[in-house]
């Protein structure tokens, strides 16, 4: 099972490759991508059966859709973008949180047990949509010259040191900024399933082998992970949208 020859099936790379299990009109799907199709279905569903027939007396599922929305609008959009410039942006605040956090959640949603984050191409996808919006609100709130200073942090006090400022900010913002968007997410997902996979599996190969207590020490680590995990998630669906919300606060801020 292993180049070791003890036996032990450690998890790699190949804990994140899946092969096709459905193909539809030519198109071959595999479990990350079902996940993130269920994932929209789920996002969409509930927020439509939540608010499709919204009442002045809310229901439960109301209720709840109603605590979520109004999180992220006061907590996140409203903190960092402002309250009048803020609410045109809460709908697509909300909807990027909570698509996160349930692709975030599958990983330890049983049979699913795969965060689809943990596959680059969806973080990036998102990354560069809200790098997108950043650059095309710059461009039309400032103009091409307000543009050009916001992207390359333009500043005639630095004196000497402005070329390379410029040089770096510029590098930064259109370069480096939708990288690291994706990659703080990507990596956190990444890290954590390949820790919940190694924990899961050494403790099935420890009580195959009648290593009792050790299994039982890998089992109790793998309860303590699921439940980082959890806080994982919902404060990388958290920390995504807060540095959404700053870009287009960036954007719409006058620069100086």
């Known amino acids: 099972m292993s180049d070791n020859g003890c036996g032990f099936p450690a998890p790699g790379l190949h804990s994140f490759l899946f092969k096709p299990i459905v193909t539809v009109g030519g198109f071959d799907f595999n479990k990350v991508m079902l996940l993130a199709l269920i994932t929209t279905a789920l996002v969409v569903g509930f927020f439509w059966s939540a608010f499709g027939r919204a009442k002045v007396v809310p229901g439960k599922l ?5 605590a979520g929305y109004d999180f992220v609008r006061r907590g996140i959009v409203y903190e960092t973008i402002g309250k009048r410039e803020g609410e045109k942006w809460v709908p697509l605040m909300v909807s990027i949180f909570f698509f ?3 692709m975030n959640v599958w990983s ?3 049979l699913a047990q795969f965060p689809v984050g ?3 191409a969806y973080p990036m996808v998102m990354a560069v949509l809200v790098w997108v919006l950043w650059v095309g609100l710059t461009f039309k709130r400032h103009g091409f010259v307000g543009f050009f200073k916001n992207v390359t942090g333009y500043d005639k006090s ?4 402005l070329p390379l400022v410029m040089v770096i900010e510029f590098f930064s913002n259109l370069l480096v900024r939708p990288f690291t968007h994706a990659v703080r997410l990507f990596a956190n997902m990444f890290a954590g399933h390949l820790m919940l996979v190694m924990f899961t599996v050494a403790s099935w190969y420890l009580l195959n ?3 009792i207590p050790a299994a039982g020490v890998s089992f109790v680590m793998t309860m303590a992970m699921i439940c980082f995990e ?3 998630q919902a404060v990388q669906a958290y920390v995504f949208v807060l540095l959404a919300c700053s870009y287009i606060q960036g954007a719409l801020a006058e620069h100086h």
């Open 100 to 102: 996160v956090w349930i």
């Open 158 to 161: 630095l004196g000497a040191v």
């Open 230 to 232: 959890l806080f994982v």
């Open 209 to 211: 082998s009648w290593m």
């Open 118 to 120: 943990s596959i680059i």
């Open 62 to 66: 109301q209720m709840i859709g109603e």
């Open 108 to 110: 330890v949603v049983p």
